[in-house]
DNA sequence: CAAAAAAATTAAGCTGGTTTAAGAAAAAGT
DNA sequence: ACTTTTTCTTAAACCAGCTTAATTTTTTTG
């Protein structure tokens, strides 16, 4: 099992070796080259992935036939289209690696025969869940309160890690930017 | 206790008697007056809520000085500033009823003690906490795929019961319109 | 290393939605 | 019923950020 995974959930509850073993039968480690998907659109999300290392982005293909992006993982996140995960929809979005990835994944199934040998796991999904909340209350009050350039450079200062390791026009577009925009912000703000 | 409260967890979660009686030990049922404040700016939201009847706002004041909503709460909705109430930190926002409405309020003390003895309850929270976070996944999409007057026909088309009981131009300010532009739609629109 | 593909830049013109300001209508309080 | 407050409307001027299109730079691949 991997040492970051258990080194997360140990964050959160209090894990004997019993369970991390019995969490071992559930949970599935796929390795992934750049640029491979996890999750195509009209599939149903049938697992949610937890990135041990590498960087993940989920998109919809919008109106105008681009690439939009919603959300980035890098290492210690969970990513899923919860909504087609929970409810066996086809799922409208990608799940795509941005460079090679180890991933763990559980699929629905797992999930809850996990959950009832080991209840305590109930605890650290409602907290990262409670937390996912948290977060994505945080970044609808920066996109009301920020002007798109404000959006930019906050998200630039914020996360680091992500303008080294994610091109510029995936950022601009997790961002709601055009990539030409992000391109005269930078000339004006470098 | 509240049968619409009881009837909610019992969506997810089985309830004996006894785990309502002792949920009821934790819950702290208030009626608020149209208009009153659950939090205000600069306090540490100690409690999350369940509205039972009514309804409630989140917002927050922006650089223009001018309310900004990023959240409403009808009934059998949770709502909370959940970095400040996991965290301890003072709130940016105002959590306010929009009219005459019942409220179960539990702290962060009582929600721990509760989810010691009730740990069955971690499920039904990680559950409510699951569906936020897929809504929220939505509400993302839709910001990025519509336009300002799509996404504000989505909205009424999608919830009837806000234009009815929200006044205009606070569903304006949630979907991140001008009044005055939402009044334009209005009448190219009906 | 050369060729192809992917990513980033530049600049001009344009538009969806805001701002500003004033007035009208509806709701609430006394 | 009357006064005050809140909510909604109208219209013109304005601008942040997008579109389009061509070019350059960087990265990837054989």
């Known amino acids: ?3 970051n995974f258990i080194k997360h959930i140990n964050k ?39 990135v041990v290392k590498g960087c993940l982005r989920m998109f919809f293909i919008n109106d105008k036939r681009t690439e939009q992006i919603t959300q980035f993982a890098l290492e210690n996140w969970w990513i899923s289209d919860f909504f087609s995960f929970m409810d066996n929809k086809p799922s409208e979005y990608f799940i795509q690696t941005v460079e090679k990835s180890e991933i763990l ?42 002007s798109k350039e404000e959006f930019y450079i906050h998200f630039c200062t914020s996360f680091p890690e ?9 950022i601009a577009s997790y961002l709601g930017l055009t990539p030409e925009y992000v391109s005269e912000l930078r000339k004006k703000n470098l």
């Open 12 to 50: 959160y509850i209090e894990l004997d070796d019993n369970t991390i073993e019995v969490l071992n039968k559930y949970i599935k480690p796929i390795t992934y080259k750049k640029k491979e998907f996890l999750l195509k659109e009209g599939q149903i999300c049938r697992s949610i992935y937890f």
């Open 105 to 146: 994944s559980i699929d629905a199934l797992s999930l809850e025969a996990m959950l009832k040998e080991l209840p305590q796991m109930e605890r650290y999904l409602r907290i990262i869940m409670q937390r996912a909340v948290a977060a994505s209350q945080l970044r609808i009050k920066y996109v009301h309160q920020l």
């Open 162 to 170: 992500f303008v080294q390791r994610v091109p510029q026009y995936m």
């Open 1 to 3: 099992m991997h040492p």
